[in-house]
């Protein structure tokens, strides 16, 4: 396979021809922070958290979906890209009810970011019990962020097609079939879903705080 | 505090999944794929992933129990007097009956060095080649026909050959229940465009991604495989280079072809003709095609033939030994691969080499510092056999139940009462340690060290996550002991010194060390300087002279068919939800998702014998009868019913027979003629209207 060369930071390194700026990224061990991003599946360019800066852009361009060129200069601390990413993770968290368990990747980027607290108390999704039908996958659906991993991992990963997106704007979430629970939905209990969500609003419920 | 995570290999079925386990306090609290799984690319299914909580479950042996009388309670007991008790009655039974009255059966949801450890034991200190394991009644009938083929006993690439391949035929398999992530893996191909032929007497889940169903009835596989080669043949698409170049005994299959032409097919098979040429232009015409197989193909009188039947198609089309074109079968459990690899086999050492081959087993002689039989050993069945027949003794059962999931289960019970002496070694009372003298507490694959091997060859690392229950010790502690008690001290302190021994004894092992294994494990043959064998066959089939070899096999009725007083076919399988004889998942909450077998009825067949969804019914064979619900479903074929036997109450095994595979005598399990009526009706038949 032929290879490009790119810098990332200032370092050169070759990637195989494809590769996205943020494969170039990882592989000059560079980090860039992501969302709504999982190597699994294939890639989504919704969050916009990956955002870093190209040699003659007008604007920061969105790593995961952005293919390498040869001989492309690419900037992961970006000052507009970086300001970009922490506005995004910020008016994320702004939506949910509680902060995201420590261990979640959500929480893991805020805090890399140095984002804090939200300064937009605007509403939040309400707190609600988690539905735990199912006895093993829980939906804790307030934490949901819609960064739509769960439900590519269903298609994607799995071949199940039971998650769906549901709702606009604010009320976006996710759903288990016709919204009936894991357990009375196609759901084959792989777990796929738990495993990439960003947030813990799809866990196991043996995790559940 | 976090524990550290362990990155380890699944003990359930055969797809060999990387798992990371996260361990507290004492217990699993969650697993998580490792993204770098070469077989599972960061992907599981819910036994692995989910069916963790057995590890922990009351009901795990913690100590060894002693029954001091035939049908007397168990009681807990130190390891020193279970050891000496074992001394004592092997050491008896040899004496009195000599060494071949004694048989072992390995485990293969064991490790490979624990499997190894204990063929030594049989072979080295009792004496005798009385060793078998699980692999006879499943895919020993694979083993035989690729070895027979094209030399080595394993499939020719790795899961990854579905990527490649331009399309697949799927047969007697259903992988999104039995191998749930190779499942998904071909999901994922067809929906991006693989072509997939499905041949089962059900419909399958993957049949509704496939282009291409076929339904033969249960036995008449080898008439659909020479009929997809008579096709083939017929059609154009033989591979006449690479049949003149790298095989023999075309000729003798182009001799038998016409026969089966796919009208005579469908007279036998009742697969519409239409549909079977179909098949073979959808295998022949794709640059790359893979072939899959399971249980459905080798559990039958005839398994052994049609997997090198199988063998043939490939061969003639010469979709062998390159990317995306290989023979994929889906071995059930965890280790079924290994533990014959291992040379847990009546007939054969490690790598498959015959206990009669003078130079192999005088390198084993050397090694182990003991002569060693050349005379081959019972398989299972006929363990049981010589056990009724009164010559067969003392069996020391290691991580099996045979009483559950063996065919014939009267036949199977009335041997383990007929022995003078049993040991089990298990993890969990069950079925089979009714019947044993002495129960030693074993460990499951989350606490033990040591090596799997997966459908693909793949011998890959397993990691201790937890420690085994009370007094229960790993399987590789209580051989050695065991074996050291008995007189044959096992020279190894760690499992990675048995692979050590394993690979010195064993060419095809030769560059495996627990060291290089690594993350991604190595698929063997593996060169002394660790180069693994991801493809067979590029070059040259491993048999002498390097051709790989036609078989020309007619078809032949399977041993059982319906009849007046049996009128409908009995298939057995699996569930997704379940393993096997379930030991491990009834103890978990996967009996919150499927609580029960069940028998899967076409509603034209229940309406005909009054049956509705959820009634409690009678399935009566020629060698015995259970009960349980029905579910009515069209998913089967009008004339076939199909269960599991992952419930000991269900005892499903009580149907089979004793028909088996000619060459291997792996059980039918997949044609048991039945009679099907609700619970109460009288079991006389209504007398036919004139």
Same mark, same amino acid.
Request: glycine content about 8%; proline content about 6%.
């Given at each position: 396979?032929?290879?490009?060369?790119?810098?990332?930071?200032?370092?050169?390194?070759?990637?195989?021809?494809?590769?996205?700026?943020?494969?170039?990224?990882?592989?000059?061990?560079?980090?860039?922070?992501?969302?709504?991003?999982?190597?699994?599946?294939?890639?989504?360019?919704?969050?916009?958290?990956?955002?870093?800066?190209?040699?003659?852009?007008?604007?920061?361009?969105?790593?995961?979906?952005?293919?390498?060129?040869?001989?492309?200069?690419?900037?992961?601390?970006?000052?507009?890209?970086?300001?970009?990413?922490?506005?995004?993770?910020?008016?994320?968290?702004?939506?949910?009810?509680?902060?995201?368990?420590?261990?979640?990747?959500?929480?893991?980027?805020?805090?890399?970011?140095?984002?804090?607290? +939200?300064?937009?108390?605007?509403?939040?999704?309400?707190?609600?019990?988690?539905?735990?039908?199912? +006895?093993?996958?829980?939906?804790?659906?307030?934490?949901?962020?819609?960064?739509?991993?769960?439900?590519?991992?269903?298609?994607?990963?799995?071949?199940?097609?039971?998650?769906?997106?549901?709702?606009?704007?604010?009320?976006?979430?996710?759903?288990?079939?016709?919204?009936?629970?894991?357990?009375?939905?196609?759901?084959?209990?792989?777990?796929?879903?738990?495993?990439?969500?960003?947030?813990?609003?799809?866990?196991?419920?043996?995790?559940?705080? | 505090?976090?524990?550290?995570?362990?990155?380890?290999?699944? &003990?359930?079925?055969?797809?060999?999944?990387?798992?990371?386990?996260?361990?507290?306090?004492?217990?699993?609290?969650?697993?998580?794929?490792?993204?770098?799984?070469?077989?599972?690319?960061?992907?599981?299914?819910?036994?692995?992933?989910?069916?963790?909580? $057995?590890?922990?479950?009351?009901?795990?042996?913690?100590?060894?129990?002693?029954?001091? =009388? /035939?049908?007397?309670?168990?009681?807990?007991?130190?390891?020193?007097?279970?050891?000496?008790?074992?001394?004592?009655?092997?050491?008896?039974?040899?004496? *009195?009956?000599?060494?071949?009255?004694?048989?072992?059966?390995?485990?293969?949801?064991?490790?490979? @060095?624990?499997?190894?450890?204990?063929?030594?034991?049989?072979?080295?200190?009792?004496?005798?080649?009385?060793?078998?394991?699980?692999?006879?009644?499943?895919?020993?009938?694979?083993?035989?026909?690729?070895?027979?083929?094209?030399?080595?006993?394993?499939?020719? &690439?790795?899961?990854?050959?579905?990527?490649?391949?331009?399309?697949?035929?799927?047969?007697?398999?259903?992988?999104?229940?039995?191998?749930?992530?190779?499942?998904?893996?071909?999901?994922?191909?067809?929906?991006?465009?693989? /072509?997939?032929?499905?041949?089962?007497?059900?419909?399958? @889940?993957?049949?509704?991604?496939?282009?291409?169903?076929?339904?033969?009835?249960?036995?008449?596989?080898?008439?659909?495989?020479?009929?997809?080669?008579?096709?083939?043949?017929?059609?154009? $698409?033989?591979?006449?280079?690479?049949?003149?170049?790298?095989?023999?005994?075309?000729?003798?299959?182009?001799?038998?072809? %016409?026969?089966?032409? #796919?009208?005579?097919? @469908?007279?036998?098979?009742?697969?519409?003709? *239409?549909?079977?040429?179909?098949?073979?232009?959808?295998?022949?015409?794709?640059?790359?095609?893979?072939?899959?197989?399971?249980? &459905?193909?080798?559990?039958?009188?005839?398994?052994?033939?049609?997997?090198?039947?199988?063998?043939?198609?490939?061969?003639?089309?010469?979709?062998?030994?390159?990317?995306?074109?290989?023979?994929?079968?889906?071995?059930?459990?965890?280790?079924?691969?290994?533990?014959?690899?291992?040379?847990?086999?009546?007939?054969?050492?490690?790598?498959?080499?015959?206990?009669?081959?003078?130079?192999?087993?005088?390198? $084993?002689?050397?090694?182990? &510092?003991?002569?060693?039989?050349?005379?081959?050993?019972?398989?299972? !069945?006929?363990?049981?056999?010589?056990?009724?027949?009164?010559?067969?003794?003392?069996?020391?059962?290691? =991580?099996?139940?045979?009483?559950?999931?063996? #065919?014939?289960?009267?036949?199977?019970?009335?041997?383990?009462?007929?022995?003078?002496?049993?040991?089990?070694?298990?993890?969990?009372?069950?079925?089979?340690?009714?019947?044993?003298?002495?129960?030693?507490?074993?460990?499951?694959?989350?606490?033990?060290?040591?090596?799997?091997?997966?459908? @693909?060859?793949?011998?890959?690392?397993?990691?201790?996550?937890?420690?085994?229950?009370?007094?229960? /010790?790993?399987?590789?502690?209580?051989?050695?002991?065991?074996?050291?008690?008995?007189?044959?001290?096992?020279?190894?302190?760690?499992?990675?010194?048995?692979?050590?021994?394993?690979?010195?004894?064993? %060419?095809?092992? *030769?560059?495996?060390?627990?060291?290089?294994?690594?993350?991604?494990?190595?698929?063997?043959?593996?060169?002394?300087?660790?180069?693994?064998?991801?493809?067979?066959?590029?070059?040259?089939?491993?048999?002498?002279?390097?051709?790989?070899?036609?078989?020309?096999?007619?078809?032949?009725?399977?041993?059982?068919?319906?009849?007046?007083?049996?009128?409908?076919?009995?298939?057995?399988? /699996?569930?997704?939800?379940?393993?096997?004889?379930?030991?491990?998942?009834?103890?978990?909450?996967?009996?919150?998702?499927?609580?029960?077998?069940?028998?899967?009825?076409?509603?034209?067949?229940?309406?005909?014998?009054?049956?509705?969804?959820?009634?409690?019914?009678?399935?009566?064979?020629?060698?015995?009868?259970?009960?349980?619900?029905?579910?009515?479903?069209?998913?089967?074929?009008?004339?076939?019913?199909?269960?599991?036997?992952? $419930?000991?109450?269900?005892?499903?095994?009580?149907?089979?027979?004793?028909?088996?595979?000619?060459?291997?005598?792996?059980?039918?399990?997949?044609?048991?003629?039945?009679?099907?009526? !609700?619970?109460?009706?009288?079991?006389?038949?209504?007398?036919?209207?004139?």
């Amino acid at each position: 396979m032929s290879e490009l060369t790119v810098t990332v930071d200032g370092t050169t390194v070759a990637v195989p021809a494809g590769a996205t700026a943020l494969d170039a990224a990882r592989a000059a061990g560079r980090w860039v922070p992501t969302l709504c991003f999982d190597a699994r599946q294939a890639p989504f360019g919704a969050c916009r958290a990956c955002l870093v800066g190209v040699e003659g852009a007008a604007n920061p361009l969105p790593a995961c979906t952005t293919r390498c060129r040869e001989g492309m200069a690419i900037d992961t601390e970006d000052p507009a890209a970086r300001r970009v990413a922490h506005a995004v993770v910020e008016l994320v968290l702004s939506e949910l009810p509680r902060a995201p368990a420590p261990d979640t990747e959500l929480a893991q980027v805020a805090q890399r970011l140095g984002v804090g607290a +939200p300064r937009w108390p605007g509403e939040t999704h309400a707190p609600a019990d988690p539905d735990v039908r199912h +006895p093993y996958l829980a939906f804790q659906h307030e934490l949901c962020i819609s960064c739509g991993r769960c439900v590519r991992a269903c298609d994607e990963l799995q071949g199940t097609f039971a998650l769906t997106a549901t709702g606009r704007g604010f009320h976006a979430n996710v759903a288990a079939g016709l919204d009936e629970g894991f357990r009375a939905s196609a759901c084959v209990a792989c777990g796929a879903c738990a495993d990439t969500c960003p947030t813990d609003a799809i866990t196991e419920v043996s995790l559940l705080p | 505090m976090t524990e550290p995570t362990i990155t380890t290999t699944c &003990g359930y079925c055969g797809v060999g999944c990387r798992l990371e386990a996260h361990p507290r306090d004492g217990a699993i609290a969650s697993i998580s794929p490792a993204l770098d799984g070469p077989a599972n690319l960061g992907h599981t299914c819910l036994k692995g992933r989910f069916a963790h909580r $057995f590890a922990r479950h009351r009901e795990r042996l913690t100590a060894p129990l002693i029954r001091d =009388g /035939r049908g007397g309670p168990a009681r807990a007991a130190g390891w020193d007097e279970a050891v000496e008790r074992i001394v004592a009655e092997l050491g008896r039974i040899r004496a *009195a009956h000599g060494p071949d009255a004694i048989a072992g059966l390995a485990s293969s949801r064991a490790t490979n @060095e624990d499997c190894y450890a204990m063929q030594r034991m049989m072979r080295a200190v009792i004496g005798t080649n009385n060793i078998d394991n699980c692999s006879r009644v499943c895919h020993s009938p694979t083993s035989f026909a690729l070895r027979k083929a094209l030399g080595l006993s394993g499939a020719t &690439g790795s899961f990854a050959d579905f990527d490649h391949a331009g399309a697949t035929i799927l047969i007697g398999a259903n992988p999104t229940e039995g191998h749930p992530v190779v499942g998904a893996r071909i999901k994922q191909a067809t929906l991006r465009g693989m /072509r997939l032929v499905t041949i089962d007497p059900r419909r399958i @889940e993957l049949a509704d991604y496939g282009v291409l169903h076929l339904a033969p009835r249960p036995g008449a596989n080898a008439a659909v495989m020479l009929g997809i080669a008579h096709v083939l043949e017929r059609d154009g $698409f033989v591979d006449r280079e690479f049949v003149s170049a790298r095989t023999e005994g075309f000729d003798a299959l182009l001799e038998l072809l %016409p026969s089966y032409t #796919p009208e005579a097919v @469908e007279a036998i098979s009742g697969v519409p003709a *239409a549909d079977l040429e179909r098949a073979a232009h959808i295998y022949g015409a794709a640059e790359n095609a893979c072939i899959s197989w399971g249980l &459905g193909v080798t559990e039958h009188k005839y398994g052994s033939e049609v997997v090198q039947l199988i063998c043939d198609v490939a061969l003639m089309t010469g979709k062998i030994g390159r990317p995306g074109s290989a023979l994929l079968p889906l071995r059930g459990q965890n280790n079924v691969q290994g533990s014959s690899d291992m040379g847990a086999l009546p007939d054969t050492y490690t790598a498959y080499r015959s206990v009669a081959d003078e130079q192999v087993a005088r390198s $084993f002689e050397a090694a182990w &510092g003991v002569p060693l039989s050349r005379t081959k050993g019972y398989t299972i !069945p006929q363990m049981f056999d010589a056990a009724v027949a009164g010559e067969l003794k003392a069996m020391y059962i290691f =991580g099996e139940d045979v009483a559950q999931t063996d #065919p014939n289960t009267a036949h199977v019970v009335h041997a383990l009462e007929s022995l003078d002496f049993l040991v089990c070694q298990d993890i969990f009372e069950t079925e089979t340690t009714k019947y044993a003298d002495v129960i030693l507490p074993a460990s499951s694959f989350l606490e033990k060290s040591g090596t799997f091997t997966n459908a @693909e060859r793949r011998v890959q690392l397993v990691a201790p996550a937890l420690d085994p229950p009370g007094e229960a /010790r790993t399987d590789f502690e209580i051989i050695k002991v065991v074996s050291a008690a008995l007189g044959h001290e096992l020279p190894w302190s760690t499992p990675a010194d048995a692979m050590d021994e394993i690979a010195a004894l064993t %060419p095809d092992w *030769a560059g495996i060390s627990h060291a290089r294994l690594g993350r991604h494990g190595l698929q063997w043959p593996v060169a002394p300087d660790g180069t693994d064998a991801p493809i067979l066959y590029e070059r040259e089939f491993a048999r002498e002279g390097g051709r790989a070899h036609f078989a020309a096999l007619p078809y032949k009725a399977p041993g059982d068919a319906a009849d007046e007083e049996f009128p409908l076919i009995l298939v057995t399988g /699996r569930r997704l939800q379940h393993y096997n004889a379930g030991t491990m998942t009834r103890r978990t909450g996967n009996v919150e998702l499927v609580d029960a077998d069940v028998l899967e009825i076409h509603p034209d067949d229940a309406a005909r014998l009054w049956i509705s969804d959820g009634d409690r019914i009678s399935v009566r064979s020629r060698v015995g009868r259970i009960e349980l619900p029905a579910h009515v479903t069209d998913r089967i074929e009008r004339g076939h019913v199909f269960t599991t036997f992952h $419930f000991p109450e269900t005892r499903t095994n009580l149907l089979v027979g004793a028909s088996a595979d000619v060459n291997t005598s792996c059980p039918e399990y997949k044609v048991v003629a039945v009679d099907v009526r !609700p619970i109460g009706e009288q079991p006389a038949r209504v007398p036919a209207l004139a």
